[in-house]
């Protein structure tokens, strides 16, 4: 706030607000939080979701309040509730236990990451390696690693790693992507694995999905127009991960990561005039909503919506929760 010396009157320092469009939650996401709220009307509480549903804090505790309780491995279940599979996607060997044990399961694995599971599993049965371009650890890189026997799908996570590679048969190979990756960063990646295997077979189509490819166009757009960069989702979130990485690229020397207003670093901002927003997909819109509140608290704010494309995607639930109990 600063004094006007002739009215006296406190006013506050004007900033500019760039919300980058699309932003926030996608159809996979949508559908997964769904489930968890479907299964729990239909079986009543406790239901057990394996691993949290959607890398989202907020969306997490929201859905324990219901009655959800997130575990990490399917042992930690008992038999007789059902459980719920998140939207990374799991290894072929959990669904098979959980059906040995004869529990109720319901998979929220995103249909645009199973796709790549079918894909996968096509490249395996015509005799082809895969080579799989994601981050070591995340939940999706080891569900869908998990789909074909150990052994059978090799990781690279940058384009130094192709070097490196050691393949049965150069002529018999293909690759897959995780879906949350950068753009850029795997065209960089898919250009050095084609240098060294001509033969090597692509995607049809891009494995990294629509939202993740909009949700960082938009970034890019608004990249040039803005002193810094907040992307709200979590750490251990991949697509908002990127959206920073994005953002650093397109030349915005300030980008961070925050969970809710309470970690935006206000003195780090500074004198900055124009700052951007946006969210990854696992981060619910009323999170955006209290970013522009604790601006509009501080600042004379204005605000531009800019969009770079319009999303229609929807996916139904599984049959079994469209059914009544
Ligand atoms: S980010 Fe993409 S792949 Fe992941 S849940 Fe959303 S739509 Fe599905």
């Given at each position: 706030?600063?004094?006007?010396?002739?009215?006296?009157?406190?006013?506050?320092?004007?900033?500019?607000?760039?919300?980058?469009?699309?932003?926030?939650?996608?159809?996979?996401?949508?559908?997964?939080?769904?489930?968890?709220?479907?299964?729990?009307?239909?079986?009543?509480?406790?239901?057990?979701?394996?691993?949290?549903?959607?890398?989202?804090?907020?969306?997490?505790?929201?859905?324990?309040?219901?009655?959800?309780?997130?575990?990490?491995?399917?042992d930690e279940c008992p038999d007789d509730r059902p459980?719920?599979?998140?939207?990374?996607?799991?290894?072929?060997?959990?669904?098979?236990?959980?059906?040995?044990?004869?529990?109720?399961?319901?998979?929220a694995t995103c249909p645009l990451v199973s796709k790549?599971?079918?894909?996968?599993?096509?490249?395996?049965?015509?005799?082809?390696?895969?080579?799989?371009?994601?981050?070591?650890?995340?939940?999706?890189?080891?569900?869908?690693?998990?789909?074909?026997?150990?052994?059978?799908?090799?990781?690279?996570?940058?384009?130094?790693?192709?070097?490196?590679?050691?393949?049965?048969?150069?002529?018999?190979?293909?690759?897959?992507?995780?879906?949350?990756?950068?753009?850029?960063?795997?065209?960089?990646?898919?250009?050095?694995?084609?240098?060294?295997?001509?033969?090597?077979?692509?995607?049809?189509?891009?494995?990294?999905?629509?939202?993740?490819?909009?949700?960082?166009?938009?970034?890019?757009?608004?990249?040039?127009?803005?002193?810094?960069?907040?992307?709200?989702?979590?750490?251990?979130?991949?697509?908002?991960?990127?959206?920073?990485?994005?953002?650093?690229?397109?030349?915005?020397?300030?980008?961070?990561?925050?969970?809710?207003?309470?970690?935006?670093?206000?003195?780090?901002?500074?004198?900055?005039?124009?700052?951007?927003?946006?969210?990854?997909?696992?981060?619910?819109?009323?999170?955006?909503?209290?970013?522009?509140?604790?601006?509009?608290?501080?600042?004379?704010?204005?605000?531009?919506?800019?969009?770079?494309?319009?999303?229609?995607?929807?996916?139904?639930?599984?049959?079994?929760?469209?059914?009544?109990?």
């Amino acid at each position: 706030m600063t004094k006007d010396f002739v009215t006296g009157i406190m006013t506050k320092p004007s900033i500019r607000l760039f919300i980058a469009a699309p932003r926030g939650f996608c159809a996979g996401v949508d559908r997964a939080i769904k489930i968890v709220e479907l299964a729990i009307q239909k079986w009543g509480a406790p239901v057990f979701v394996r691993h949290e549903i959607v890398h989202n804090k907020f969306v997490v505790d929201s859905l324990r309040d219901l009655g959800a309780v997130f575990v990490e491995e399917l042992d930690e279940c008992p038999d007789d509730r059902p459980v719920i599979f998140s939207a990374h996607g799991v290894p072929k060997s959990v669904p098979a236990t959980a059906s040995n044990r004869n529990m109720i399961f319901v998979d929220a694995t995103c249909p645009l990451v199973s796709k790549v599971h079918i894909e996968a599993e096509r490249h395996f049965n015509n005799g082809l390696q895969m080579v799989m371009i994601g981050h070591a650890g995340h939940p999706e890189t080891i569900g869908t690693m998990g789909q074909l026997p150990e052994g059978e799908v090799l990781l690279v996570e940058t384009a130094e790693d192709v070097a490196s590679l050691r393949v049965r048969d150069t002529e018999k190979l293909a690759y897959i992507t995780q879906t949350t990756l950068s753009v850029d960063d795997t065209a960089g990646i898919v250009t050095a694995l084609q240098a060294r295997f001509p033969k090597i077979v692509g995607p049809h189509k891009e494995d990294i999905c629509y939202a993740t490819t909009n949700r960082q166009a938009a970034v890019k757009e608004i990249a040039p127009k803005i002193d810094a960069l907040l992307v709200i989702g979590a750490p251990n979130s991949s697509n908002s991960k990127r959206l920073v990485e994005v953002g650093r690229a397109a030349g915005c020397g300030y980008a961070q990561l925050v969970q809710r207003a309470t970690d935006i670093n206000w003195p780090e901002l500074g004198k900055m005039t124009a700052i951007g927003i946006t969210a990854g997909a696992s981060a619910p819109e009323v999170l955006v909503n209290e970013v522009i509140d604790a601006f509009k608290d501080r600042f004379e704010v204005s605000v531009e919506v800019v969009e770079t494309a319009k999303e229609n995607v929807e996916f139904k639930v599984p049959r079994v929760l469209r059914e009544p109990a």
